[in-house]
């Protein structure tokens, strides 16, 4: 095993995690589930592509459009699906994504169901790196933010959320904005990786996977939407010496974790390298709220 196919399954380990972040927003935060990211990712990657090859813009550019054109039409669709409850919704999310990929299957200008082929190779381990940690920081900042509290209460109950002021079709649509724009940029650096373009790459298996990922992961846990990227993108390549066996095991592992740890790996828990290490140094953390012995006596 060299380097080079070490660093191809990191690279498309940090590309799954970026649509994958964007998607434990919209599940993990906010409580709505998505079978129509792949639609997304293809989004962005077709407007990545067209901007990199027809226009001749900068890639970085370029992703930034992508990730914006998947985010203007995650607004046309929220608009119409995000009065839906539950399966409703998913259902509806589930035909925009197919509606995505037969669409781009007879758009001949891209390729169609043949393809687009011939699509520069800019993407490298080092600006996925870059990517996802802006990407991890970003989403920590929104997840702690007003707004990120305010999905939060979505989550857990919508009715009491809209009764104390929430706005909820807002933070529902603000989320499935924000999530769309993560994986339109996952879907650019997937083209100028691969260096080919074909619909049937963003069928409904792909939003199923990143799906099953976040679950895997933890709902509403960053920490483990990264663990499960990389584990669940890792693990086919690793298996790849059993050959057909490999998704045979692939799935068995999905299904333990998923009768032994409902939850997720995670759990809905952070990893917080500062609170582990006063923890092994056996700091207290400050009382709050108490009275000081001062006060006492």
Request: hydrophobic share 50%.
């Amino acid at each position: 095993m060299d380097w080079y196919y070490i660093e191809g399954i990191l690279i498309l380990s940090g590309i799954n995690l970026l649509a994958v972040l964007g998607l434990s927003l919209l599940t993990g935060f906010t409580g709505l589930f998505s079978f129509g990211h792949a639609g997304f990712m293809a989004i962005g990657a077709y407007a990545t592509a067209f901007c990199t090859m027809t226009l001749g813009l900068n890639f970085y550019l370029a992703l930034i459009i992508g990730g914006l054109t998947a985010g203007v039409a995650s607004l046309i669709i929220g608009k119409l699906t995000l009065n839906l409850k539950g399966d409703y919704f998913i259902i509806a999310t589930l035909g925009f994504g197919e509606a995505i990929r037969l669409i781009l299957d007879n758009v001949q200008y891209f390729g169609g169901a043949r393809g687009w082929p011939g699509i520069a190779n800019h993407t490298t381990l080092m600006n996925v790196i870059v990517i996802n940690i802006i990407g991890v920081v970003v989403l920590i900042n929104i997840v702690n933010s007003k707004h990120g509290r305010s999905m939060k209460a979505i989550r857990e109950e919508e009715m009491a959320s809209n009764i104390i002021g929430i706005d909820v079709f807002k933070y529902k649509l603000k989320s499935l904005w924000i999530s769309a724009i993560y994986a339109g940029i996952s879907g650019g650096l997937l083209a100028h990786y691969i260096g080919f373009l074909q619909p049937k790459m963003f069928q409904m298996v792909k939003s199923t996977e990143l799906t099953i990922i976040v679950i895997f992961g933890g709902l509403g846990s960053v920490t483990g939407s990264v663990i499960g990227a990389v584990a669940l993108t890792a693990l086919p390549e690793l298996l790849r010496n059993v050959k057909e066996w490999r998704l045979v095991f692939y799935g068995a592992t999905v299904v333990l974790i998923m009768i032994t740890r409902p939850q997720g790996l995670m759990g809905g828990k952070e990893f917080r390298p500062i609170s582990m290490v006063r923890k092994l140094l056996g700091k207290k953390q400050p009382e709050t709220g108490g009275i000081n012995e001062s006060a006492r006596t």
